[in-house]
């Protein structure tokens, strides 16, 4: 038989984890969980604010670690660098965490209703 992949989207890690746990069960192939966002880099180095050492406004007000500085104008223009909008981490969802999961094709819509269980969107 053939594999199947599900994209499935998560609120928090931890809701992830817990759909991958009881994912194991039907013998996945391939499985990772990550941390997506619309802005580059990896996370936020905090900097004095003082010293005026800030590569964006995006950097202090939605954590993005801006290393070009044309990015970082780009994600200074978005309604969250102003604090007015309520985008959350991943965007007006808050459905920042990806399960990958890879399984084969008897298991698939079995993996799909867990995944739905466990409140993940795919």
């Keep these: 038989m053939g594999e199947k992949n599900i994209l499935a989207y ?19 192939v391939d499985l990772s969980i990550d941390r997506f966002s619309k802005y580059p880099g990896e996370g936020y180095d905090p900097l004095n604010p003082i010293t005026g050492k800030i590569s964006s406004l995006a950097a202090v007000t939605q954590d993005g670690e801006i290393t070009n500085p044309s990015a970082g104008i780009l994600a200074a ?27 084969d094709e008897s298991s698939h819509h079995q993996a799909l209703r867990i995944i739905e269980e466990v409140g993940g969107i795919t």
């Excluded at 998560?10 to 996945?28: H, I, N, Y």
């Design 10 to 28: 998560f609120k928090s890690p931890e809701e992830a984890e817990g759909a991958a746990r009881k994912l194991q069960a039907l013998r996945v």
């Design 77 to 103: 223009a978005d309604p969250a660098a102003s604090g007015m909008s309520h985008g959350g981490q991943g965007g007006p969802t808050g459905h920042d965490i990806l399960l990958t999961v890879v399984v």
